[in-house]
């Protein structure tokens, strides 16, 4: 009889550290939305199953600035909602009406009307400068309104329970108080101060394991030695060295001691900053007494290739160990495909479907492994990606912990008793170096803004320990000013540099890493060198865009000409992802358009669409209340087609995939004159992907104005 397929998820909750220290204030307002909406609720959500086990990742600069908070650090954000809608200045309304409705539009802002009225009366793609000419047509209690609604959608549907008097004003919806403001703004200091406590008693319940990481979440590898880079990337241009192995081992310390004062007890495990190794990494893991690391299953295969072992079906399904002159760390790899699941797939579907799916899975890792023990591990981000999920995802986690709960063929179990009970544990002769992305660093440092980045870490750094040796005696002022360099070394700088990740809010994440850099300078005294008041990113943040003209493409399956995508919308899925990554991603780009007839759409993949095998391409149409899909089949040419007629539809493909969906063939899905629409790629009948990722296309039935509302000088 088979042993039961062991089960470890591992949650990771991060946030960077967004205080200006020289204001004293947060400049984005982040830890305490997703504090309000995603920590608490992931552990407490266990207290109605007791026979589950969990494993969170807390990463210290996450949870110390959830403390900041309740110290009475206020981010710009908070400040801006607290403020009376009538005190607020025109450049105050300005921010108001272009930053307060940055959530996920489909689940946090059109399920409401009166949020969803506001943004339509601003316009869904505005920016400051248009903003400015109809920033006054907003009433005062409109703004009062929105001030309400950007900080009451965050908050977790539990809490609703929990404290009924937010219940009762997001069912009041409109006409808000000023008092009634307060108490929402108050309510989420009141919900922070929950969430600390809350892990602490569920770890000494046994109910949960909490790991951490390198203090600011630095890419260790690269903070030891920048030529690391050069094992898993051989041909990057690297004209510097950035090496401080003392400066990763402080990182670690830091996190170790900040863990035992929160928790009692000195961490087992460690998920190393974006699953980011190193022979050295490990080493230094090991001189802090951490037991166990994790990180994705790609570096573990490259490990075993470099060491002559062949790849089989069970290699992923146990831990390892890695033995170092400093001790040994047992090791675990993730399997992506089954966190990506949850990241990224099941966002759209039911939740029971999604649950079921996922025990399949399950199923098909067990029925394919032998008798002995084995484990799989599914790591993945703890808070972005619920937004996307209906009832911020409590319907999906209820359904999947019900399945584990009673199905005796899985276990889920902590990471840390996997390593310490499981029979047998492979030796790794020699870690490869990479990370949880493609096994590489590339994302940190591969682009020319990365690099000029860590030019300008490499400097400042250089400069403190010059003054240092001089100013020795000067303690308060160089434990300040390592501090900024400590924060200045966390990855999440270099995430949204260079062109694979973009947000709104890059130009903040910009400002905020040179600004943690310049303060080294005003806290020792010294000039600060005129580079670091240079934005880095050269990037356009952009991943999508929006048609602008008309265009009448030919449905052939070739890119024809320049023109004949012109002015179409684009989805660019190699920007697209903000805080969160997925590995592998077929497209490239989705272009998307129409005339008065038809909707265009086309598909860019990394390789020509006629050869990939098995596809199936899915759009699915809706005006809200209507819903219609058609599928492509390339390799029988044939259409299906639900709630929409198939007349006149047509598709091609050869280098690229196009296709057209006349208008008159949605039926009942055009008369609100507005549709929004996904794209589904299968292979083999299996969902691969969904463009976009996160949130649908929502696109106005044109009219023969369409253009001239879109021309501009």
Not at 172 to 185: A, D, L, M, P
Not at 519 to 526: L, M, P, Q, R, W
Request: hydrophobic content about 35%; glycine content about 6%; proline content about 5%.
């Amino acid at each position: 009889m088979k042993q039961p397929l062991q089960v470890t998820f591992l949650w990771h909750m991060h946030q960077p550290y967004y205080k200006n220290i020289e204001t004293d204030k947060f400049i984005l307002p982040w830890v305490r939305l997703h504090a309000v909406k995603d920590y608490y609720d992931m552990a407490a959500i266990l207290d109605k199953y007791p026979k589950i086990k969990q494993n969170f990742n807390l990463v210290p600069s996450l949870l110390l600035q959830i403390e900041e908070y309740l110290s009475g650090t206020t981010d710009i954000f908070m400040d801006m909602s607290l403020k009376p809608a009538e005190a607020l200045s025109e450049e105050e309304r300005i921010f108001v009406i272009f930053n307060f409705f940055m959530a996920n539009w489909e689940t946090m802002i059109f399920p409401y009307p009166r949020y969803s009225y506001l943004l339509k009366k601003r316009g869904e793609n505005s920016h400051p400068d248009e903003i400015k000419k109809i920033h006054n047509l907003f009433t005062l209690d409109e703004i009062r309104d929105l001030q309400m609604w950007f900080n009451l959608t965050w908050i977790d549907p539990m809490f609703l329970e929990m404290y009924p008097e937010l219940n009762r004003l997001k069912k009041k919806g409109e006409n808000f108080t000023e008092e009634e403001k307060t108490y929402v703004i108050n309510s989420h200091l009141e919900i922070m101060k929950l969430i600390i406590p809350k892990y602490r008693e569920m770890q000494e319940k046994g109910r949960i394991e909490i790991s951490t990481t390198p203090f600011y979440h630095p890419i260790l590898p690269l903070i030891c030695n920048t030529d690391t880079a050069k094992v898993c990337m051989p041909g990057i241009p690297l004209d510097f060295n950035f090496s401080h192995p003392e400066d990763a081992d402080m990182q670690v310390k830091k996190a170790v001691d900040y863990y035992r004062e929160k928790f009692g007890v000195a961490p087992e495990g460690m998920w190393p900053s974006e699953g980011s190794v190193s022979p050295e990494v490990i080493g230094i893991l090991a001189r802090n007494n951490i037991k166990w690391a994790a990180t994705d299953e790609e570096i573990l295969k490259e490990s075993l290739a470099s060491d002559g072992v062949r790849h089989g079906k069970d290699t992923i399904y146990k831990p390892y160990t890695v033995n170092t002159p400093e001790g040994t760390v047992s090791m675990v790899f993730r399997n992506h495909y089954l966190s990506d699941l949850i990241g990224f797939t099941y966002q759209g579907w039911n939740a029971k479907e999604a649950a079921d799916h996922f025990i399949k899975e399950l199923y098909n890792i067990k029925n394919s492994l032998d008798d002995k023990a084995h484990a799989v591990n599914v790591i993945l981000d703890g808070e972005n990606c619920w937004e996307y999920y209906a009832n911020d995802g409590h319907d999906f986690l209820d359904e999947l912990y019900t399945a584990l709960s009673s199905n005796d063929d899985f276990e889920t179990v902590t990471i840390n008793e996997l390593t310490k009970n499981f029979p047998d544990k492979p030796e790794i002769k020699k870690l490869f170096s990479g990370s949880w992305i493609n096994h590489d660093f590339y994302i940190w440092i591969g682009h020319e803004d990365d690099r000029t980045s860590w030019k300008l870490l490499k400097k400042v750094r250089e400069d403190l320990a010059c003054w240092q040796e001089s100013h020795g005696n000067e303690k308060e002022k160089l434990s300040r000013a390592w501090e900024s360099v400590y924060t200045a070394e966390g990855s999440d700088w270099n995430w949204w540099y260079g062109d694979d990740h973009s947000s709104k809010n890059d130009t903040e994440f910009d400002n905020l890493y040179r600004l943690h850099l310049i303060n080294v300078y005003k806290i020792i005294g010294e000039t600060v060198p005129d580079q670091l008041y240079v934005p880095i990113s050269k990037a356009v943040s952009s991943f999508e865009i929006s048609p602008t003209m008309f265009i009448t493409p030919d449905i052939d399956g070739m890119d024809t000409h320049f023109y004949e995508w012109k002015g179409a919308g684009i989805v660019d899925l190699s920007k697209e992802g903000g805080a969160m990554h997925k590995v592998s991603k077929m497209t490239l780009k989705l272009h998307y358009g129409f005339d008065l007839r038809a909707l265009y759409f086309r598909i860019d993949m990394a390789q020509k669409v006629k050869n990939v095998k098995g596809l199936s391409v899915e759009v699915r149409l809706t005006d809200g209340i209507n819903t219609g899909t058609v599928k492509f089949i390339p390799a029988t040419g044939a259409k299906e087609t639900h709630n929409v007629r198939k007349d006149g539809i047509c598709f091609s493909v050869n280098d690229i995939f196009e296709a057209a969906i006349p208008f008159d063939s949605l039926g009942v899905i055009k008369e609100n004159k507005e549709v929004t629409f996904l794209v589904f790629l299968y292979i083999d009948g299996v969902e691969k992907e969904k463009v976009p990722e996160k949130g649908v296309i929502r696109i106005q039935l044109p009219d023969e104005y369409f253009e001239l509302y879109n021309w501009k000088v």
